[in-house]
């Protein structure tokens, strides 16, 4: 099988794993111990943070380990927004976030909150102008992703920064899951974004490890209270061995991040290329879009259908968005960047990850343009490899 | 910036009468030992100066980065190197001059000139330079007398070097060229900087630690090899020595009242400290102590210590105040280390009330119906010993991160 669907998460890799069974069988004791085995992974533990601090130019006692891009993305806009509510109680998110953003946004607004969608043209890109106008100066948080899971495009986040820094006085986050490792995204200028959110599994990491970071020091309120673990703002035992194994897999993932964009890119366009001059095929994404998503639809099909229909083939691609592949509905992500109504049904995405060759890039073509002509009727199912 | 070499010059050391070379040598001695992991360094003393040198930029950005730590520098600088050639002078003067922030500073070029076959005179080859630098970095006003940025120019036949910035020195004595002293060393915030003070002034520091498990941990001896690793960093090498104090500890509290345990463990310290210092040839013993701090610190407490021994004992932090104290503390590293929690020998067993204005007298008197000697001296047998710095052990993390 060839795994396209790497955007969906990712195979650990051998050293995370490495890093995950030794950290267990060595370091299994409680950080919070006073006694020498705690003392030792408690040192750890910090090391870890440090590394993640590094890597993304902050400082360790802003970085926050967590359960992965969900929780974050809800400890951030929550925490912010909660602790915050001085500064007011609008919410601006743009409307083609991630579920957990959009979902974490509305269940603001049973507490009072008001929330405004940025619109995007049909890149995928939000409209700045849109983004100024929404802006208030009761605007508590701007959540705006980096890139986005179902089609790639890349938002232009120093410009969002400024124009958030410049007409209001609220936090800037950015959903950076798919992003990290793939493209720059650090604090280290005042263009940076104010709080970003990381997920382990998406970078040959572990399902399970998430990182919520912030810029600087910021009043947030808690995602889970207890005995103060994480600065205070998220209690519980902390799971060592895991984000042990997260700050290996983000080091990882920087450390090679830009010759894998470069081949990525080379392999997003090659498939554009191929798909752009076929009949009945509309693609989303673009050249200027994330290196490593593809999507495209093809014209009255349910993308269910092309994902059997590619797996019977030897390829495993999803639909635009693992969370809703299964409800059968017109995703947000379609809806908001105006696909035509015959494509709408009918997207796929294919994502790039570690392990992929240039022959399986190859192989994927020839199986999608099978599949295209299996659909339309031009070759029998029977006849099929 | 490609530094080609760095020009150190000598701090007090250059008053000193025939005993000068001692302390150049000294000095070159600590700088070898303070960076034993460049590989390629070389050192040539001059009668007014040193220089440094290492073909590898990333050892020259280690050396810039690492000389404000060594005693007996009073200031360095880099020098660069370019052709005798008016067109690479003019550049490599523009280029040097562009990593200060020169905007709005005053300015002087000082050229000397070895190379007399030079074309141009000292006073041309000034103004060249000079106007050449002012029109390429514009807002800067040529003074004369005390510029802020003097740009030292100095023509060989072989080459020319360059020199502006003047980075300040340790000061201080050459650690070493003073002798050596024991410190007693507890883990807590005053006796790192008692040590920093005292190898400043030429004095080599070796450390002596009370450890009493299991009233202390070895998280808490572990803090204090810490600590001794960041004072080495200072210049020389640094021996701590571990005394077994458990059972002297809870000998004591038998022995005589509540209130002066705490004198007489200081007493007792101080006897062990001034054999162990008798053993290893140290001419002082040296305390953090600091007039007023705590109960062990009156005046009339440190006369009851003192007298257990005619040795001097140096206690360079007698007047600091404590925020004076963590300023140095923060400045050399060793705060971070110092607050960590544990507790330590004095901490475990200090009385509620503490007597403050102890006697002498009261006190041998007290001490008269218990047998320290034999304790003491299998303390003292016993003590382990330490050499810092340590090479930095490979962390079983790094395999994990």
């Avoid at chain 1, 920064?161 to 650090?186: M, T």
């Avoid at chain 2, 500890?249 to 006897?271: G, H, S």
């Avoid at chain 2, 140096?314 to 400045?331: G, N």
Wanted: hydrophobic residues 40%; proline residues 4%.
């Amino acid at each position: 099988m060839i795994y396209l669907d790497h955007s969906a998460t990712t195979k650990p890799s051998a050293e995370v794993m490495h890093t995950f069974i030794q950290a267990n069988e060595r370091y299994y004791a409680n950080p919070a111990s006073l006694h020498e085995m705690g003392v030792s992974v408690n040192n750890l533990l910090n090391r870890s943070r440090e590394q993640v601090a590094g890597l993304i130019h902050t400082t360790p006692e802003h970085v926050i380990f967590t359960s992965g891009g969900s929780e974050s993305n809800n400890f951030l806009i929550k925490g912010l927004a909660r602790a915050n509510t001085h500064r007011g109680k609008h919410i601006v998110v743009s409307s083609i976030e991630h579920a957990s953003v959009l979902e974490t946004a509305r269940a603001l607004e049973h507490e009072g909150f008001t929330v405004d969608y940025v619109n995007v043209d049909r890149h995928g890109v939000v409209d700045l102008e849109d983004l100024k106008a929404k802006l208030t100066k009761d605007t508590v948080v701007v959540s705006i992703m980096h890139v986005n899971n179902e089609m790639g495009a890349i938002q232009p986040i120093a410009q969002i920064a400024q124009i958030v820094r410049d007409n209001s006085r609220a936090f800037y986050h950015v959903d950076a899951v798919q992003s990290f490792g793939k493209l720059p995204i650090q604090f280290n200028d005042d263009l940076g974004p104010d709080a970003i959110s990381i997920s382990g599994h998406k970078i040959n990491g572990l399902k399970g490890t998430g990182i919520a970071a912030l810029r600087k020091r910021t009043t947030i309120e808690p995602i889970i209270h207890g005995g103060g673990q994480e600065m205070g703002l998220r209690s519980g035992t902390v799971a060592v061995p895991q984000d042990v194994a997260l700050a290996k897999a983000a080091r990882i993932a920087i450390e090679n991040q830009r010759e894998r964009a470069v081949k990525y890119a080379a392999w997003r366009n090659d498939i554009h290329a191929f798909l752009e001059p076929m009949e009945d095929v509309h693609v989303l994404s673009s050249n200027d879009g994330a290196p490593h998503i593809v999507s495209c639809s093809i014209r009255g099909l349910k993308g269910e259908v092309i994902v059997n229909a590619m797996q019977r083939a030897g390829v495993i691609v999803s639909t635009s968005s693992a969370c809703h592949s299964k409800d059968n509905q017109i995703s947000h992500v379609v809806q908001a960047i105006g696909v035509p109504d015959d494509f709408a049904r009918g997207v796929i995405r294919m994502s790039f990850g570690e392990g992929l060759t240039d022959a399986d890039i190859e192989t994927f073509k020839q199986a999608f343009a099978q599949v295209v002509k299996q659909v339309r009727g031009e070759i029998k199912t029977h006849e099929m490899a | 910036m490609k530094w080609h070499e760095i020009l150190v010059r000598y701090g007090e050391i250059t008053t000193k009468g025939r005993n000068r070379n001692q302390f150049i040598n000294r000095l070159r001695d600590n700088i070898k030992a303070t960076f034993k992991d460049l590989d390629d360094m070389k050192i040539r003393l001059e009668r007014d100066r040193m220089y440094i040198r290492s073909s590898s930029d990333e050892e020259m950005e280690q050396l810039i980065q690492r000389l404000p730590d060594v005693f007996g520098i009073q200031s360095f600088s880099p020098v660069a190197e370019c052709p005798t050639d008016l067109d690479a002078m003019k550049a490599l003067g523009k280029e040097i001059v562009s990593t200060l922030d020169y905007a709005g500073k005053s300015f002087k070029v000082n050229v000397k000139r070895s190379f007399k076959r030079f074309p141009l005179e000292t006073y041309e080859l000034n103004r060249e330079l000079a106007s050449y630098v002012l029109t390429e970095l514009p807002g800067m006003t040529v003074e004369m007398k005390n510029p802020d940025i003097e740009l030292r120019v100095e023509v060989r036949e072989e080459a020319t070097y360059m020199m502006v910035d003047i980075i300040p020195g340790a000061a201080g004595l050459p650690v070493g060229s003073n002798g050596k002293a024991l410190l007693l060393l507890s883990g807590g915030i005053d006796s790192p900087v008692a040590a920093y003070l005292m190898m400043k002034r030429g004095v080599t520091v070796e450390a002596i630690h009370f450890f009493s498990p299991p009233f202390t941990s070895d998280q808490s001896l572990g803090k204090v090899k810490e600590l001794c690793q960041i004072i080495s960093k200072f210049g020389g090498k640094v021996k701590l020595h571990v005394i077994p104090f458990t059972e002297i500890q809870q000998t004591i509290q038998q022995a005589v009242p509540k209130n002066v345990t705490m004198t007489t463990t200081r007493r007792l310290m101080m006897k062990i400290s001034d054999i162990v210092r008798s053993e290893t040839k140290c001419k002082a013993l040296v305390t953090g102590e600091n007039l007023g701090q705590v109960a062990s610190q009156t005046l009339d407490s440190l006369a009851a210590i003192n007298a257990v021994t005619n040795t001097p004992i140096l206690r360079p932090l007698i007047t600091y105040d404590k925020l004076e104290i963590i300023d140095i503390a923060q400045k050399i590293g060793t705060y971070e280390t110092s607050i960590v929690p544990f507790e330590d020998c004095c901490t475990v067993f200090t009385p509620a009330n503490p007597k403050t204005k102890p006697r002498v007298e009261k006190m041998e008197y007290y001490e008269s119906f218990t047998d320290f000697d034999e304790m003491i001296a299998k303390a003292v047998r016993n003590r382990e010993i330490h050499t810092f710095p340590k090479k930095e052990v490979v962390s079983d993390f790094d395999d994990l991160l």
